[in-house]
T-cell receptor, first 109, second 117 residues
Framework: KQEVTQIPAALSVPEGENLVLNCSFT??????LQWFRQDPGKGLTSLLL?????REQTSGRLNASLDKSSGRSTLYIAASQPGDSATYLC????????FGTGTSLTVIP | GAVVSQHPSWVICKSGTSVKIECRSL??????MFWYRQFPKQSLMLMAT?????????EQGVEKDKFLINHASLTLSTLTVTSAHPEDSSFYIC?????????????FGPGTRLTVL
């Protein structure tokens, strides 16, 4: 069974810092990997989707990379802002979505 | 486009009662909808997959007689938690795959917070 792990579980940084969130998965047979944002008590907002054949995707200040062979993905956030504070989930799509437990990010003004 | 709504957004009920949660695709037809559950500090776990007009497929460990799923139309799926107990308190999120969409394409609803007293 696919297992998805996210490190760190929580992260607190001062505003303006660049940061990296890590995601690892055990089964490389995936269709894609997605990074989501979840605000407290809210649903999921898709941030970036990387197909299994791709290496990275970029959207604004966000950059996600995928190394399928090693079962790893990173989400890079540049110039962090207080509004980036949320829980970030990665999910890999095999026969279903498998989610990590998330990284709770706090950006301090 | 591709908006999924859930109703209610939160519900509090007494132990032993049944609660119905609706998941609607607002601007597209969804042949397949998915129901997830998220306990505090834990990840989302898939509970079941529902296909319009057929019985839902439940993941291992999910009681199909307790979590009744109906997907009667291409825009609506409902999850009924029967005889709810405090351990059923959780955040329930649905997602919908557009008809004819890619197998990896899903749009998520905002979730429903269920608290059973």
């Amino acid at each position: 069974k696919q297992e998805v792990t996210q490190i760190p579980a929580a992260l607190s940084v001062p505003e303006g810092e660049n940061l990296v969130l890590n995601c690892s998965f055990t089964d490389s047979a995936i269709y894609n990997l997605q990074w989501f944002r979840q605000d407290p008590g809210k649903g999921l907002t898709s941030l970036l989707l990387i197909q299994s054949s791709q290496r990275e995707q970029t959207s604004g200040r966000l950059n996600a990379s995928l190394d399928k062979s090693s079962g790893r993905s990173t989400l890079y956030i540049a110039a962090s802002q207080p509004g980036d504070s949320a829980t970030y989930l990665c999910a890999v799509k095999g026969n279903q979505f498998y989610f990590g437990t998330g990284t709770s990010l706090t950006v301090i003004p | 486009g591709a908006v999924v709504s859930q109703h209610p957004s939160w519900v509090i009920c007494k132990s032993g009662t049944s609660v119905k949660i609706e998941c609607r695709s607002l601007d597209f037809q969804a042949t397949t909808m998915f129901w997830y559950r998220q306990f505090p500090k834990q990840s989302l776990m898939l509970m079941a997959t529902s296909n319009e007009g057929s019985k839902a497929t439940y993941e291992q460990g999910v009681e199909k007689d307790k979590f009744l799923i109906n997907h009667a139309s291409l825009t609506l799926s409902t999850l009924t938690v029967t005889s709810a107990h405090p351990e059923d308190s959780s955040f329930y999120i649905c997602s919908a795959r557009p008809a004819g969409g890619r197998v990896d394409e899903q749009f998520f609803g905002p979730g429903t917070r269920l608290t059973v007293l």
